[in-house]
């Protein structure tokens, strides 16, 4: 350890710049550097000059890729939306169910074309008859073919099926009708008590058939066939009949409807007999409302489809002259019948 801490000598010439420290790290280059100039050297001579060499060239790099420039047209760019998202949801439902509806309406002109072909005839023949469902074992058949879901388009079939439940319904109201006037008949036989019976009973023999062959069947055959003369001959009936049942649900006295003022006027002699005309009263005003709704609505049915007055005077044209076709066609034949009758030889 003295070695290394052993102290020189103070009369010993020693250069701090002479340390192996720092001598080990001087360059090898020949130019004079800060590390190898000493101002202390006793050299007279000039520090050598320096001289610069050239710098080495740097390693060559990789070149740096460039984006390529988009030759194709600049697309619309989405930057997205809030609402964008639920507008496509509806608009792809909105297609989904006008596609289920035409499907729908496919399946149901392929099956009305199955029943029509299985209800088909052969030519000159006609359907049988299938209303009025009358037994077998009755001696007059049915007047009328009728079927709703075959006949009737599904867009109609929903109408004509309440209008044909509304006239069973009118039918059962008139049938109470007289019902209610036999039991005032039956506790009050002063006055035109009888009379009213009598028209009681005139009113369901005649309106029964009546509304059915004059405003229902019209109406049916309307929407069968698209037909404005039968469509033009509903409204008029129909209109005639609702003002009809406007009159039953007042109850004049003596007209044989058991309305509201017949039927007020007979809860001081008896009072079961006036509730039971009563309730009559009720189902006159519900027939006549039930009435006035399916006018309406009938009329705008009538708006959307093709129907017009000047197609009513056509048909009602061509009618009148296949009825004289047809009258002459048999007064021609009868005409020959009889010719060949008399020159027959006897």
Request: net charge neutral; hydrophobic share 40%.
């Amino acid at each position: 350890m003295s070695k290394y801490t052993s102290f020189p000598e103070p009369m010993e010439d020693q250069n701090p710049f002479q340390d192996p420290a720092v001598t080990q790290h001087s360059s090898s280059t020949g130019y004079a550097t800060l590390d190898l100039y000493n101002p202390f050297d006793n050299t007279t001579a000039p520090p050598p000059p320096y001289e610069a060499t050239p710098p080495s060239a740097p390693a060559p790099s990789a070149p740096v890729q460039t984006p390529p420039s988009r030759t194709t047209p600049t697309e619309p760019r989405n930057y997205g939306s809030y609402n964008s998202q639920p507008v496509v949801n509806a608009a792809t439902a909105e297609l989904m169910r006008k596609q289920e509806e035409l499907e729908k309406k496919a399946q149901e002109l392929e099956r009305r074309e199955r029943e029509l072909a299985a209800h088909s005839v052969g030519p000159g023949a006609s359907r049988q008859n299938n209303w009025p469902p009358l037994p077998s074992f009755c001696p007059v058949g049915p007047c009328f073919y009728q079927d709703i879901n075959v006949e009737i388009s599904q867009r109609f079939q929903r109408t004509v099926t309440i209008m044909y439940y509304f006239w069973l319904f009118c039918t059962g109201t008139l049938v109470f009708n007289l019902i209610s006037s036999l039991a005032l008949f039956c506790v009050n036989q002063s006055g035109g008590i009888g009379v009213g019976l009598g028209l009681a009973i005139l009113w369901v023999l005649l309106f029964t058939p009546c509304s059915f062959v004059c405003w229902y069947r019209p109406m049916y055959k309307a929407f069968r066939s698209d037909s404005s003369f039968n469509f033009f001959a509903f409204f008029f009936v129909f209109f005639a009949q609702v003002v009809v049942f406007i009159i039953m649900t007042i109850g004049v006295p003596g007209w044989g409807f058991s309305g509201w003022i017949v039927s007020l006027s007979a809860l001081n002699p008896h009072v079961g007999v006036g509730v039971i005309m009563m309730i009559n009263a009720a189902l006159f005003t519900a027939e006549t409302v039930m009435g006035v709704i399916m006018l309406k609505r009938i009329h705008s049915l009538y708006r959307q489809t093709d129907a017009s007055f000047q197609k009513a005077q056509a048909e009602f044209a061509t009618g009148v002259m296949s009825n004289q076709a047809v009258r002459q066609a048999t007064a021609s034949a009868a005409a020959n019948a009889a010719q060949g009758a008399f020159t027959a030889p006897r």
